[in-house]
T-cell receptor, first 113, second 113 residues
Framework: SQKIEQNSEALNIQEGKTATLTCNYTNYSPAYLQWYRQDPGRGPVFLLLIRENEKEKRKERLKVTFDTTLKQSLFHITASQPADSATYLC????????????FGTGTQLKVEL | KAGVTQTPRYLIKTRGQQVTLSCSPI?????VSWYQQTPGQGLQFLFE???????NKGNFPGRFSGRQFSNSRSEMNVSTLELGDSALYLCASSNGQGAHEQYFGPGTRLTVT
């Protein structure tokens, strides 16, 4: 069955450092992979989408990589700030099939001063 | 543009009752998806409606149902509530085409006692 794994342990890093979050998937051949941010008690917010033919995508301090051979996506936040503290969710998906998204369990990131 | 709105934001129901949750998508969005989020199971897809038709369905019992109106507003209904239905119910809208991101509402926190 399809499986999406993200770091189950919370990630604590110091302000100013780069945070790297991992998303691994099995029994999947996604054409796209999306990353969302979720704050406690609120709905997820879309951050970035990367396509299977893109190795890397950047948006301001965010960078996503997509390795279809390793079946892995890495999400980086450079120069992290306490305001980046949240849970980050990945959602790989194929083409077609409407808008059904299957999310990973999420990684909780805490950026400390 | 106004974001996705969900009503009510909080709800307390008793086992055996039924509940109806409402979602108003972003103007122009024709796809509305519903998700259930619990600490144990994470974010799980319930169903998606596109142009008043159910386009996708997750693995939930028939007690969970939904519908979409001609103005794209959507409702979901849960009948014969169980304690395990306590969760954050999230609605997300998108324009329904391709790999476009989904925009989530703030959610409805349902507590079943």
């Amino acid at each position: 069955s399809q499986k999406i794994e993200q770091n189950s342990e919370a990630l604590n890093i110091q302000e100013g450092k780069t945070a790297t979050l991992t998303c691994n998937y099995t029994n999947y051949s996604p054409a796209y992979l999306q990353w969302y941010r979720q704050d406690p008690g609120r709905g997820p917010v879309f951050l970035l989408l990367i396509r299977e033919n893109e190795k890397e995508k950047r948006k301001e301090r965010l960078k996503v990589t997509f390795d279809t051979t390793l079946k892995q996506s890495l999400f980086h936040i450079t120069a992290s700030q306490p305001a980046d503290s949240a849970t980050y969710l990945c959602a790989p998906r194929g083409t077609g099939g409407g808008n059904k998204l299957t999310f990973g369990t999420g990684t909780q990131l805490k950026v400390e001063l | 543009k106004a974001g996705v709105t969900q009503t009510p934001r909080y709800l307390i129901k008793t086992r055996g009752q039924q509940v109806t949750l409402s979602c108003s998508p972003i103007s122009g969005h024709r796809s509305v998806s519903w998700y259930q989020q619990t600490p144990g199971q994470g974010l799980q897809f319930l169903f998606e409606y596109f142009s008043e038709t159910q386009r996708n369905k997750g693995n939930f019992p028939g007690r969970f149902s939904g519908r979409q109106f001609s103005n794209s507003r959507s409702e979901m209904n849960v009948s014969t509530l169980e304690l395990g239905d306590s969760a954050l119910y999230l609605c997300a809208s998108s324009n329904g085409q391709g790999a476009h991101e989904q925009y989530f509402g703030p959610g409805t926190r349902l507590t079943v006692t």
